[in-house]
């Protein structure tokens, strides 16, 4: 028998053998694990779910009496047992799986775009029972070998049975929903009470086993040991983070001490859980800025297209007037941004695969700032090449909190390259330091710079694109509706890839796979949405959690800060804008209420459709709305009907269609009669209990700021008459995202006004793909599809086709 991972005798002849075997052993041992992924992935789309479900039962009760023969051993027990609790679960899941699926299409956006949420979670289990049911063949193919390793494969059954019984508590949740919402809705649209109720229970769920030997199950095999090294760097990183360790030296000694958490997956699952639900926002923000550090960010820069232009640029912070659409003649001043931090520059990254025309000249120049030490060029200067017609503004995620145009860097080369069109991406202020409408008010200010200055950025700015990702792609949707707004020319389209446009803390059925998702938990979800809308700022008692370092601990006292102030400093900013600005004549209706700062705008809110609690609008809405009218005594520059329209429940609409209404009501119906009397929380049948988190009470904000109804932050919210105004939109979303249901919601709400719109959904891969676009063919092939939709836009329009005679 060959060694379980012992050297051979030393050498000088031995060694380069040795270690020759090793790299063969590991690359057998690489392919056979893909191969393993493969035959599950497999199994997942040939078989129907009554088949699956089946032939599991018929090989879990097969493996039960087989192990039950094997005597009193304590490995044989727990195989037994184990296989006894497969059979239960997936029995137990098969109705409440077809049940969904088979009302699944009633949300869809169209035949052509089956995906939802509903879908998704439907598929996740397929997965998880199509793994069990290749591991139960592996197992009753080989129980009999004495090379077969009962502890192993104990350990990774116990852990998939884990994750399939937390996963029937999220069909039953999925149920629930279904049974609450109104027709069509995918989004939770109850009271508010029952919306924390429902929060507070599914929080209290087993997260850890999804982290462990399961982590990742559910997307591409080929992303899979890109997540397992992610969560080893995590649960390593947050270890010596509550240390008071920042920066580098975290990073470096993350490295040498990550081997117990790479050779224990339970640890390293119940480390992850820990981290998900106890660490603030400044941990996220901190993790997700390593890639900003020098050493990396060279690295990825070794390895990504080279281009002749990258510069960031600062743009002073100086009001400039902007043509009206309705008018030329007629000018509006777009001023800088003012929200929380009062005037300060914006900075933006030119990016430019060839020199053009303008970008070498000197008033584009003086506006370069510094990164450091700059690299020696030593290619000839080119001749600057004409003016691109195009001109793409792109507006990098990070959850609002984390991460610079630098992090996304790569990819927006790779662009530049394929497209031939400058790009320029915005570094907007991020939160909790600078909440909403900071960020809003930075973006919308180099939108509109870039179209004003799109000759100094190598452009004529015929056709202009905006583009984001994530936060980015539900800025996109902000600057675009906060441009219709101030009547100037909103861009020629809108590619966002995986958008959030739901900020508020409810439920739904794609958000339920949060519980989950490695990249995307609930917990870090529901705090980088509180840090934008102002509120993360807990101060919690253990010293642990405080042990943020010196930097940490000013950061954190800022927002507490800016908390403090921003209802007193709101009310003052708007009434002195008000006296400060210049009025435009009475011929420019459209253009008028929006001359002033956008934290009003995030403050004077419409009415929201799903119903507000007046105590809690009183807070930020009627508080700020009655100290801004007592200073100014006119109403003339706040957000009125005109400007936002009538946001009644009948312009907001989540409805299904008449085709499907029905069908969807006769099945909330009997869902409704089958649990009368129970509330949304009584969601298991009797007899099934999932396993609950150990880790103690998990530190989430529950309830959702008032603010975060503003259409400006949850663009989804937008009334009908806002909406209209936008530009063709390309959604490209990830089916097993968190947040799918934000772009499924958004595009049908569109569809319903007769807006152009797309949504094309990728298979298989996580949030925030694009940052991983060199990773696999799978994840570079999602990117090239964001770059098809990008060239749509940017492709001129051409002649409508001739009718038919």
Known sequence: MESAGGEGPAGAAGAPASKKNKKVSKSRSRRRWRK????????????????????????????????????????????????????EQALGLEPTLGHLLGVAHLFDLDAETPANGYRSLVHTARCCLGHLLHKSRYVASNRRSIFFRASHNLAELEAYLAALTQLRALAYYAERLLATNQPGALFF??????????????????????????????????????????????VSFGEHYKRNETGLSVAASSLFTSGRFAIDPELRGAEFERITQNLDVQFWKAFWNITEMEVLSSLANMVSTTVRVSRLLSLPPEAFEMPLITDPKLTVTISPPLAHMGPGPVLVRLISYDLREGQDSEELSSLVKSEGPRSLDLRPRPQPAP?????????????????????????????????????????????PEAPFPRALEECFYAYCWAVTHCTLLGSTGERICLAGD??????????????????????????????????????????????????????????????????ETEDHSDSNQKALGLMGLVQRDTALLFRDLRLSASSWLNSFLELTHKSHPKSVPMAEPMRRSVSEAALAQPEDPRGTDPLKSLT?????????????????????????????????NFLLGPEGAQEEVEARDELNSKNRGHGITAAFPEGFRPRRSSQGPTRMPL??????????????????????????????????????????????????????????????????????????????????LCVERIRLVLSPPGPAPPRPV
């Open 387 to 431: 003016r691109s017609r195009s001109l793409i503004v792109h507006i990098h995620g990070g959850g609002f909190v984390a991460q610079t145009s630098k992090s996304h860097e790569p990819y927006l080369k790779t662009w530049a390259q394929e497209l031939g069109v400058p790009i320029l991406s915005i570094d907007y202020s991020l939160a």
């Open 189 to 234: 649209d109850g009271d508010e009470g029952l919306t924390t109720d429902f929060l507070r229970e599914y929080i209290t769920l087993h997260k850890g086993c999804f982290y462990g030997r399961c982590l990742g199950f559910q997307f591409t095999p080929a992303i899979r040991p890109f997540l397992q090294t992610l969560s080893i760097g995590l």
């Open 620 to 652: 930020l809405h009627a508080l700020n709305l009655r100290g801004s009218s007592e200073t100014s005594g006119t109403s003339e520059l706040s957000l009125s009907a005109e400007t936002l329209g009538p946001s009644t429940p009948s312009d907001v």
């Open 36 to 87: 393993v992924k493969t035959k599950a992935s497999r199994l997942v789309h040939s078989m129907d779910l009554h088949t699956m479900t089946q032939s599991l039962v018929t090989l879990a009760e097969d493996n039960m009496a087989f192990f039950l023969s094997q005597g009193p051993g304590e490995t044989a027990r727990r195989l037994s047992s184990v296989f006894a609790g497969v059979r």
């Open 703 to 784: 309830y959702s700021s008032p603010i975060a109804k503003n259409p400006f932050m949850s663009p989804l919210l937008a009334p009908d008459s806002m909406l209209q105004n936008l530009p063709p939109v390309h959604i490209v979303a990830c089916a097993l995202d968190p947040i799918l249901d934000d772009s499924v919601m958004f595009a049908r709400r569109l569809r319903n006004l007769g807006k152009s719109v797309t949504l094309r959904v990728v298979e298989d891969l996580p949030h925030g793909f694009l940052s991983l676009a060199s990773l696999c063919q799978e994840t570079r092939q999602a990117a090239a």
């Open 470 to 535: 994530s936060a980015g792609g539900n800025l996109c949707f902000t600057v675009s509706l906060r441009a219709a707004a101030y009547g100037v020319r909103v861009p020629d389209g809108i590619m966002a890839a995986y958008p959030a446009t739901m900020l508020q803390s409810t439920a739904s059925p794609s958000r339920l796979l949060s519980l989950m998702d490695p990249l995307l938990p609930l917990s870090v979800l529901c705090k980088c949405v509180s840090a934008y809308a102002g509120g």
